[in-house]
């Protein structure tokens, strides 16, 4: 967060606390906690709680009075993310307009969607344990096998970051067998390689690092490059499955 903001109402004594483990505490953390998260903040946020909260911790009765009525009025969630943020005055009109475009290009998607995006918010954010949860939400609510796919393709980076190369490598497999995707088996053969300690650590190449490599080359056309990676990663997994017999 690059701006200081002046909180213009009471400091929560009690937070208002929010699905992803989020606690917060002013309004201000609020509409900037509604506009960095616009994509996956579920409709169900807006509701009574929030209400309350606004008016008794917040002391901004007139807002919570406006958000109860559009709870009876069945507005949706885009409309309840646009009084918040427009009473907020922390976002201009062209990022309000922004951050409620985002939002409603969401309304669409399904429980499983939107429980992958935050997934891989939390991915990227390296909070493993929250991104594990919501993949495997993600994959309970949805049976399309592309998107399986990318899930499990996702918890196989999951667990590769933390070392768990042996559960990465099920997950890539998974993530294979069910998509068909040439850069899952490229994940696969990379950590079962970092498995076997044939891929060196101390060379200060993560499993992120080699994939971004691989992709490169295949993007920039290097396909005598690409080949031979995936050759030598090929190679390495024979001779330790030889040196293993």
Same mark, same amino acid.
């Given at each position: 967060?690059s701006?200081?903001?002046?909180?213009? /109402?009471?400091?929560?004594?009690?937070?208002l606390?929010?699905?992803?483990?989020?606690?917060?505490y002013?309004?201000?953390?609020?509409?900037?906690?509604?506009?960095?998260?616009?994509?996956?903040?579920?409709? #169900?946020?807006?509701?009574?709680?929030?209400c309350?909260?606004?008016?008794?911790?917040?002391?901004?009765?007139?807002?919570?009075?406006r958000?109860?009525q559009?709870?009876?009025?069945?507005?949706?969630?885009?409309?309840?993310?646009?009084?918040?943020?427009?009473?907020?005055?922390?976002?201009?009109?062209?990022?309000?307009?922004?951050a409620?475009?985002?939002a409603?290009s969401?309304?669409?998607?399904?429980p499983?969607?939107?429980?992958?995006?935050?997934?891989?918010?939390?991915?990227?954010?390296?909070?493993y344990?929250d991104?594990?949860?919501e993949y495997?939400d993600?994959?309970?609510?949805e049976?399309?096998?592309?998107?399986?796919?990318?899930v499990?393709?996702?918890?196989?980076?999951?667990?590769?970051?933390?070392?768990?190369f042996?559960?990465a490598?099920?997950?890539?497999?998974?993530? /294979?067998?069910?998509g068909?995707?040439?850069? #899952?088996s490229?994940?696969?053969?990379?950590v079962?390689?970092?498995?076997?300690?044939?891929? #060196?650590?101390?060379?200060?190449?993560?499993?992120t690092?080699?994939?971004?490599r691989?992709?490169?080359?295949?993007?920039?056309?290097?396909?005598?490059?690409?080949?031979?990676?995936?050759?030598?990663?090929?190679?390495?997994?024979?001779?330790?499955?030889?040196? #293993?017999?």
């Amino acid at each position: 967060m690059s701006r200081v903001w002046l909180c213009r /109402y009471p400091v929560a004594k009690h937070p208002l606390k929010v699905k992803t483990g989020v606690n917060l505490y002013s309004f201000e953390e609020l509409c900037y906690y509604l506009y960095q998260n616009a994509e996956t903040v579920e409709e #169900s946020f807006y509701n009574e709680i929030l209400c309350q909260w606004l008016a008794q911790e917040i002391r901004n009765q007139e807002l919570a009075q406006r958000l109860s009525q559009g709870l009876l009025q069945e507005q949706g969630g885009c409309w309840f993310m646009e009084q918040i943020l427009m009473e907020g005055g922390l976002q201009d009109s062209q990022e309000i307009e922004q951050a409620v475009r985002v939002a409603k290009s969401m309304e669409h998607k399904s429980p499983a969607q939107r429980a992958k995006l935050r997934g891989d918010r939390f991915l990227q954010s390296g909070r493993y344990r929250d991104a594990l949860w919501e993949y495997y939400d993600a994959l309970e609510e949805e049976t399309d096998l592309f998107f399986q796919a990318r899930v499990w393709h996702n918890l196989g980076t999951l667990y590769a970051r933390q070392f768990l190369f042996t559960t990465a490598a099920q997950c890539y497999k998974r993530a /294979y067998e069910t998509g068909q995707q040439t850069e #899952s088996s490229e994940a696969y053969l990379l950590v079962l390689s970092c498995r076997d300690h044939q891929v #060196s650590l101390q060379e200060e190449e993560d499993v992120t690092e080699v994939l971004s490599r691989l992709q490169f080359m295949k993007r920039s056309g290097n396909r005598a490059g690409y080949e031979e990676k995936i050759e030598e990663m090929l190679l390495r997994l024979r001779t330790e499955y030889r040196k #293993s017999e």
